[in-house]
């Protein structure tokens, strides 16, 4: 069993929608990551997270620390938000991250 | 400050032989993570660097290697390549500050390398 699960696996919407990435997650953290790869690679780290919620720009991203979930919102999709979102947990004592598979967004124009 | 940068960024190679890759960690940091990531699955960690040694590991083969340098920078190196290891490899970098035993710092990735195995 993966230590973070991340639903759903694809997501397509249309421009302008409302979405949310969901993440749960089994082993204590020190802090929650929300990564976004584009194709070809590269990863960009949107958030860090240990408690709350953030903002940044259209995306907010929230963490439940009691019930293990996290997650990512994105407001007024856009075709350019396309990308692939991975949820990753760090371990307190190592450093060490873990990593869900990753959600698989398309927005549609 | 270029961020994190990984050289080279593809790389095709076939069974059996040896590859090394390279990372360059933001300005200001001194630990090195390798992560791997095949094809439609989520990274998994290799190896952590801090202080010119392997401070944690991952379940990989001694296969993979690696090494820091005095200026921080890391090596990934993979001898004995298999079809399977056939991967975009990506690099983190971070500073080690530990407050209570528990890390704090966040993690900036490099753009990867893609390495092909043939």
């Known amino acids: 069993k993966n230590e973070v699960e991340q639903s759903p696996q694809n997501l397509t919407a249309q421009e302008g929608e409302f979405i949310t990435i969901n993440c749960s997650y089994s082993?204590?953290?020190?802090?929650l990551h929300w990564l976004q790869q584009h194709p070809g690679g590269g990863i960009v780290s949107l958030f860090m997270?240990?408690?709350g919620k953030k903002k940044h720009g259209r995306l907010i991203a929230t963490i439940n620390i009691q019930e293990k979930h996290s997650s990512l919102h994105i407001t007024a999709s856009h075709p350019r938000d396309s990308a692939v979102y991975i949820c990753a947990v760090r371990s307190p004592r190592s450093n060490q991250f873990y990593f869900g598979t990753g959600t698989s967004l398309t927005v549609i124009p | 400050d270029a961020g994190v940068t990984q050289s080279p960024t593809h790389l095709i190679k076939t069974r059996g032989q040896q590859v090394t890759l390279r990372c360059s960690p933001k300005s200001g940091h001194d630990t090195v993570s390798w992560y791997q990531q095949a094809l439609g699955q989520g990274p998994q960690f290799i190896f952590q660097y801090y202080e010119e040694e392997e401070r944690q590991r991952g379940n990989f083969p001694d296969r993979f290697s690696g090494h820091q340098f005095p200026n921080y920078s890391s090596e990934l190196n993979v001898n004995a390549l298999l079809l399977g290891d056939s991967a975009l490899y990506l690099c983190?970098?971070?500073?080690?500050?530990?407050?209570?035993?528990?890390?704090?710092?966040?993690?900036?990735f490099g753009p990867g390398t893609r390495l092909t195995v043939l």
């Open positions: 983190a970098s971070s500073t080690t500050d530990v407050a209570g035993g528990f890390y704090y710092n966040e993690q900036f």
């Open positions: 997270l240990s408690s």
């Open positions: 082993v204590g953290i020190s802090a």
